[in-house]
């Protein structure tokens, strides 16, 4: 798959919880009614609706009640920028429609009056990609309808590293691609599992039980890096949000094409999975914070630990930190069978080792 790749890739300005609305709705309102309202996000879920009200809409844009408009249908964007009278700062963000299918009908660079975001849940999907480009992390279940907000640290992304991050999917998709969904998973935790070591940018890591200071050797170790997936997949160490933002993009891509996305709630991020038609949890963070078999000193697995893989609701609402603040889907009360995760764990290691993995990127001591 090949892309043209500008230099840089902004993020989309953090949002909080804002007033979101129909825009069937909107035509409900009076002149005076509209005016009172708190609008930052109109929702759009119907090309023809927008298509007979299109002249309703300019007008609403021209008062500037609203900054943005939402939708996850790509066809009531393009609808917008096409026929836009006059440019306006307005922003069209595209929410998710949770399918993993051919995005090639997403172009960004048609996207010259307003400014386009898109999910970086669908950045390995799209061929094209602007230099100017808005992305959205999360998804905000608000009022019945997906919002998107980013609320990790990092500004950008840069393509550059986001070729190299491709060119990891394409080396990894050739050895691991025709596995099932399942193991797929178990497969790219275990590299994550293998490569990674959690840091927090204070030096202070903190485990249930253990903390550690980290020496980052003087290098600048912001939560802007630690935040960012490139830094987990290429540097090969971040926080909870790069790691599940990571886990992301190595399966949820052409190559790999397992439906998976990034969660966030109580000051954590983790992933949740389609498999066999159900959802689970995965946190590969966890997973390595957790591991009973870590090097000593640091928040890295010397082993591979599935305790944290395809785990349910019930499970997550036992443990701290996995209550869904983000949009969703609903996922099994039940755990996958750990006996499952175990004999497929045994047939994939005639291909990959799940021990023995290198030490840490940074050293840490416990204090």
Request: proline share 4%; with cysteine; charged share 20%.
């Amino acid at each position: 798959m090949t892309t043209p790749l500008p230099s840089r890739l902004p993020r989309a300005s953090h949002s909080s919880y804002t007033k979101i609305c129909l825009f069937s709705e909107l035509l409900k309102l009076s002149d005076q009614e509209l005016h009172h309202n708190i609008l930052r996000y109109i929702y759009i879920d119907n090309l023809e609706f927008l298509k007979a009200n299109f002249d309703y809409l300019q007008k609403l844009i021209k008062t500037r009640l609203f900054h943005q408009i939402v939708s996850n249908d790509i066809e009531c964007l393009k609808y917008i920028e096409e026929n836009l009278n006059d440019y306006t700062p307005i922003v069209l963000s595209l929410t998710d429609d949770y399918e993993n299918k051919d995005r090639h009908n997403i172009h960004s660079l048609e996207f010259t009056k307003t400014t386009f975001e898109l999910l970086l849940s669908y950045i390995l999907w799209v061929n094209e990609i602007s230099a100017k480009q808005k992305i959205s992390l999360y998804m905000l279940d608000y009022q019945g309808y997906m919002q998107p907000v980013c609320s990790n640290g990092y500004d950008y992304i840069d393509l550059e590293s986001l070729k190299k991050i491709r060119e990891l999917i394409n080396t990894l998709a050739l050895k691991f691609k025709d596995y099932p969904d399942v193991e797929k998973a178990i497969l790219i935790s275990n590299y994550l599992q293998s490569k990674v070591q959690y840091v927090d940018d204070n030096n202070i890591n903190e485990t249930s039980s253990v903390i550690y200071k980290t020496d980052f050797k003087g290098l600048p170790v912001t939560n802007e890096i630690i935040s960012s997936p490139e830094t987990v997949l290429l540097q090969h160490y971040g926080l909870c949000n790069g790691i599940a933002n990571a886990t992301m993009l190595l399966l949820n891509n052409p190559e790999m094409n397992v439906n998976i996305r990034s969660i966030k709630g109580c000051s954590h991020a983790w992933n949740v999975i389609l498999i066999d038609g159900k959802y689970y949890f995965i946190d590969n963070t966890w997973n390595i914070t957790r591991n009973q078999n870590r090097y000593p000193g640091s928040l890295k697995a010397k082993s591979f630990c599935s305790d944290y893989l395809f785990f349910g609701s019930e499970k997550a609402s036992t443990i701290s930190h996995h209550i869904p603040e983000t949009f969703c889907p609903i996922v099994e009360p039940q755990d996958l069978m750990e006996e499952s995760i175990k004999s497929k764990q045994k047939k994939l290691s005639m291909v990959t080792s799940f021990t023995n993995y290198p030490g840490p990127v940074f050293e840490s001591h416990r204090i």
